[in-house]
């Protein structure tokens, strides 16, 4: 079993940038490939980016890439997502997500684990 809780969340202007943080615990942080998703509402909840569990590989979704970077740090079991120049658009309640393998996952549906979700509103 493994247990998520995000943070970092929170009211910022358009342009702004914030830091979203996943702390994992349970099991071994670094044997599980990491994902973030977000779902707006009355949208279906979409992927943004994924990391492996070396930290070795990433992928975006495109509408964010080049202004959304992930990353992890396994000493501290915490995967990050670095948002810069944020659009109204982004708003949406951000999910963290773990899954026990080397690759990419970009599905939600092939994550075993997911976070509570923290609230990114982007006013214009």
């Known amino acids: 079993q493994v247990q998520l809780v995000e943070s970092g969340g929170g009211l910022v202007q358009a342009g702004g940038s914030l830091r979203l943080s996943c702390l994992a615990s349970?099991?071994?942080?670094?044997?599980?490939?990491m994902g973030w998703f977000r779902q707006a509402p009355g949208k279906e909840r979409e992927f943004v980016a994924a990391?492996?569990?070396?930290?070795?590989?990433?992928y975006y979704a495109d509408s964010v890439k080049g202004r959304f970077t992930i990353s992890r740090d396994n000493a501290k079991n915490t995967v990050y997502l670095q948002m810069n120049s944020l659009k109204p658009e982004d708003t949406a309640v951000y999910y963290c997500?773990?899954?026990?393998?080397?690759?990419?996952?970009?599905?939600?549906?092939?994550?075993?684990?997911w976070g509570q979700g923290t609230q990114v509103t982007v006013s214009s």
């Open positions: 997500a773990a899954r026990r393998t080397n690759n990419i996952v970009i599905v939600a549906h092939e994550y075993d684990y």
């Open positions: 349970g099991r071994t942080f670094s044997n599980y490939a």
């Open positions: 990391i492996s569990w070396s930290g070795g590989n990433t």
